[in-house]
């Protein structure tokens, strides 16, 4: 059973940082892809970024050449580094992975509230 921790969401302002953290236990986490999606208030939750077990990345295009996502395989966790944050990135932000082999199960975590306002 995989367990999924997020962490670092906070309140900022419009052009400032934040970075998010997912850590991972439960699985030899260096084979799973892990992905960041998000969920504004009344709105689908949404696709942000992904990085595969090869360290291959992909971005929304809403959050490409503002969000980094990296990993840390030593320490079992996924971060998201959030640069020119804007108001319509307010959301829950939430980690994910996907087992590897069948079922092929998604795991989720708990998602860390981030607000951007003035």
């Known amino acids: 059973q995989v367990q999924l921790v997020e962490s670092g969401g906070g309140l900022v302002q419009p052009g400032g940082s934040l970075r998010l953290s997912c850590a991972a236990s439960?699985?030899?986490?260096?084979?799973?892809?892990m992905a960041w999606y998000r969920q504004a208030p009344a709105k689908q939750r949404e696709w942000v970024a992904l990085i595969t077990r090869s360290n291959s990345t992909n971005y929304a295009d809403s959050v490409k050449g503002r969000f980094t996502i990296s990993r840390d395989n030593a320490k079992n966790t996924v971060y998201l580094q959030m640069n020119s944050l804007k108001l319509e990135d307010t959301a829950v932000y939430v980690c994910?992975?996907?087992?590897?082999?069948?079922?092929?199960?998604?795991?989720w975590g708990q998602g860390t509230q981030v607000t951007v306002s003035s």
């Open positions: 439960g699985t030899r986490f260096s084979i799973y892809d």
């Open positions: 994910n992975t996907r087992g590897p082999t069948w079922p092929y199960t998604d795991y």
